[in-house]
């Protein structure tokens, strides 16, 4: 069964993702992109997992740094990731404090500084392995900012 790029990418998009800003500072500039594809790797040691298009500056970033932050949003900061995914919208300008060896979103509902172990080839894409090294969660964290059938979505209570 041969599948195609945007059936794949429809069917994967069905699971739903918590959104992310990734941040690493190199050549004296704070890069940062939005990502989804962050995931706990281990408890023993800290590890998680991103993956950055190789194409996208980011890649040459996050590699050069040694180092990245994810910061988590709240579901009232879709600008916040429509802006580092380079989409057009309200202007935002971010603001970052240190965090770890690193830099988090100043106003974001949580975040995990981490040094990268590995990068392993992911086909277009480079796979960060990466060891936490510091933690910061907000004390009113709020709701988180989802995405789901390529679309930012927010928790709803169930009934």
């Excluded at 990731?81 to 919208?89: C, D, L």
């Excluded at 935002?92 to 590995?118: I, K, N």
Aim: hydrophobic residues 45%; contains cysteine; negative net charge.
């Amino acid at each position: 069964m041969e599948i195609d790029e945007r059936t794949y990418r429809n069917t994967i998009g069905l699971f739903a993702t918590g959104v992310t800003v990734v941040s690493a500072a190199a050549g004296g500039t704070i890069h940062g992109m939005t990502a989804n594809s962050v995931t706990s790797v281990s408890l023993n040691p800290l590890l998680l997992l991103i993956c950055v298009d190789r194409r996208a500056n980011m890649a040459g970033a996050i590699t050069e740094a040694g180092r990245f932050a994810v910061s988590i949003l709240r579901d009232d900061q879709e600008p916040v990731s429509r802006r580092f995914a380079g989409q057009r919208g309200p202007s935002v300008t971010p603001a970052f404090v240190p965090l770890g060896s690193t830099q988090r979103l100043e106003d974001c509902m949580a975040a995990l500084a981490c040094v990268t172990e590995q990068v392993i080839d992911g086909g277009d894409h480079i796979i960060l392995l990466a060891r936490v090294e510091a933690l910061w969660a907000s004390e009113e964290a709020g709701d988180p900012l989802l995405y789901f059938a390529g679309q930012y979505r927010r928790i709803a209570p169930m009934l």
